[in-house]
């Protein structure tokens, strides 16, 4: 067997023994909590390029604001880990990952101005569905386990996320749109 196969085989091994360390639903609860949390870390490093990279006023306060939301987000999981007593996995959200990679992307090739700022509307709001996801499922999974303290601080988060994501959508709707069309 060449190295190359004995490396897949091993890698898949390795898959399959780590996802079998999530059993319950408390395990499942811990794991996407330590998902969000790198996940928002991610975001804290992102949100200032993306700010820096809009031209529009409005778009670049949005991103600064929600950096701000952001720390208070990453407290509140800190807060949920306390109410809970879960400790967190050391796991890097690989879908952040990817967003924020694809965000960078359109930063690299597209000159600053309207039109990168419709496109650095649409990263963000694919970033925002997915945190929206991500905690609705937290809330769920919370909810079953019973963990009301949990539930609270997780239902504050997500509506900060539900306000940006309108935020965006009113944004550039409004008025990156037209500034791109050249209204
Ligand atoms: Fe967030």
């Known amino acids: ?17 780590k996802a079998m360390t999530t059993k319950t ?16 870390k991610q975001m804290t490093k992102s949100l200032p390029k993306m700010a820096r990279a809009s031209t529009n006023p409005d778009l670049k306060a949005a991103f600064e604001t ?5 720390h208070g987000q990453i407290q509140r999981i800190d807060q949920v880990v306390e109410a809970t007593g879960v400790k967190l996995k050391r796991i890097k959200c690989v879908a952040m990952e990817g967003l924020v990679e694809e965000g960078q992307e359109q930063i690299d090739e597209i000159e600053k101005g309207p039109v990168l700022d419709t496109a650095l509307i649409a ?3 694919k970033v925002e569905h ?11 999974l919370a909810n079953q386990l019973g963990e009301t303290s949990a539930v609270k601080l997780l239902g504050e988060t997500l509506q900060e996320e539900k306000s940006t994501d309108e935020k965006l959508s009113l944004l550039a709707e409004e008025k990156v749109a037209a500034e791109a069309l050249g209204k």
């Open 130 to 140: 997915y945190e929206i996801a991500s905690y609705g499922s937290l809330i769920a």
């Open 25 to 40: 639903l408390r395990d499942l609860f811990i794991h996407s909590l330590s998902d969000i949390y790198s996940a928002e």
């Open 66 to 70: 929600h950096l701000e939301e952001t």
């Open 1 to 17: 067997m060449s190295s190359v196969a004995v490396a897949v085989i091993a890698t898949l091994c390795c898959a399959k023994e």
């Open 123 to 125: 990263a963000a709001q």
